[in-house]
């Protein structure tokens, strides 16, 4: 996909046209975090990544980023298991983060958990099994918490993902 990229005043600007969730001005490099960030201070993903979300060179290819704007609950599922089964778990977290930092804070284990289940996928992914396992456990436990309020789970088999977050088997 042809991205457009033009420096200006020190900002890197990414546009693609079309794209609704342009992220504007990006800073080059923050020089006190080293992290790319808006002009209002947010940090947004201008440096490409490979499909396990590692970070690339600038100017090298990556994988498509994701949008960093929060989908609907069901189109961020739809898109989360998407882009797992596509072998983008880290890209399947930054879709889930981006809802539960919209979201309300009721549904925040929910929504974290299953982020913390494609950061495990990730970890094992990368060859980091203890890693891995450290955050299948944490994602049971949010998980596990969200099911005891017996809120809806948008029609997630939640039991399901729970156990197989237990078994550091991953997937949703």
Known sequence: MDRRHQVDE?????????????AGPV??????????????GRARQARPRDALGRPLPYGAQGVEPVSEEPLPPQETLTAARDLVGAGRPFAAHEVLEARWKAGPAEER?????????????????RGNQAGADRLFDRAAGRLSAFAATGREAYGLDLPGVIERARSHTGGF
């Open 10 to 22: 020190g900002r890197l600007w990414m546009v693609q046209p079309g794209d609704p969730w342009e």
């Open 27 to 40: 800073t080059a490099r923050d020089r006190d975090t080293g992290r790319d960030r808006d002009t209002s």
């Open 109 to 125: 284990d929910l929504w974290q958990g299953l982020a913390q289940v494609c950061v495990a996928i990730t970890h094992a992914a």
